[in-house]
């Protein structure tokens, strides 16, 4: 059976853990998290500063640790903070990554749209795509 894209984010959002900006921005501040973003290079004119970019539409191909193109900077065993603009793309990007065996992921509440509008420090983007 085939769902929409709707059913799909509902279906993803009752298995994925949230964290608020500021309780994500302690964690970044303490080293106990990687920020993964995974909106598009033309969206990231502001990020949040040290987030790994991978788009989400090469996501597994990059999470997965058996893919050669893998990147070890994504580790399934460390603490992993999942954000876009909204956090739609994030809760299901955060499915995702919970599929291919990451243990501790989290999306973050309102994505980006959140965490400025909570006040939190950006970073200005250096796109490498």
Do not use: Y
Request: hydrophobic residues 45%.
């Amino acid at each position: 059976m085939s769902m929409t894209a709707a059913q799909m984010v509902t279906v993803a959002t009752a298995r994925v853990a949230t964290v608020t900006p500021q309780d994500a921005w302690e964690e970044i501040v303490r080293g106990d998290a990687t920020v993964l973003d995974v909106r598009e290079p033309i969206e990231w004119e502001e990020h949040i500063e040290g987030a790994i970019q991978i788009p989400r539409g090469i996501l597994e191909f990059q999470a997965d640790p058996a893919a050669p193109a893998h990147n070890p900077a994504l580790d399934p065993h460390r603490r992993v903070i999942v954000t876009c603009r909204s956090g739609t793309r994030a809760t299901l990007a955060t499915a995702t990554l919970m599929d291919l065996g990451f243990t501790d992921v989290v999306n973050l509440a309102g994505g980006m749209s959140a965490w400025k509008q909570a006040g939190l420090p950006t970073a200005e983007a250096h796109s490498k795509f």
